[in-house]
């Protein structure tokens, strides 16, 4: 089991935690949890991880900090990050895609994410973003 991929999970809510915790390890990936970007901050870089999902609206440090912090720092940056998230995307166009992705990156040059999931997250689709992103 020492080659499983490991996914941090980085929410404030527990139940949302223990929902894509036990989601992911059912799947076989091996689960680690932050209740809020600072604390996330700290396992990554204790522990990198192959995967980052990630809220957006947390307490101590948000996630847009945590995301804009990973993605500026040369040795996190290539650590995929899909944002899964209660908060609606107010950026959205008359299609709805993209536009979160273009806010989170335009403040400083920072890429977009690797995915961007809206809660209640369709499971199947976050599993093979998942999948695709971490191998």
């Known amino acids: 089991m020492a080659d499983r991929k490991r996914i941090l999970v980085v929410d404030d809510e527990p139940d949302v935690l223990t929902y894509l915790g036990t989601l ?3 799947a076989g990936y091996e689960v680690e949890t932050a209740r809020d970007g600072a604390e996330a901050l700290e396992r990554v870089r204790a522990r990198r ?3 980052v999902s990630l809220d957006i609206t ?3 440090k948000t996630g847009v900090r945590f ?3 990973m993605k500026e720092d040369p040795d996190l940056a290539a650590v995929p990050i899909v944002i899964v998230t209660g908060v609606t995307n107010p950026w959205a166009g008359p299609g709805g895609e993209g536009s979160f992705e273009r ?3 335009t403040r400083r040059r920072v890429p ?3 995915g961007f ?3 209640p ?3 199947e689709k976050f599993l093979a973003r998942v999948a695709e992103l971490a191998g």
Request: no cysteine; proline share 17%; glycine share 0%.
């Open 112 to 114: 977009p994410p690797e």
């Open 67 to 69: 995301y804009r912090e």
């Open 58 to 60: 947390m307490p101590e």
């Open 103 to 105: 806010f989170i990156s």
């Open 117 to 119: 999931f809206e809660k």
């Open 24 to 26: 992911l390890e059912d």
């Open 121 to 123: 997250i369709d499971r």
């Open 49 to 51: 991880p192959d995967l």
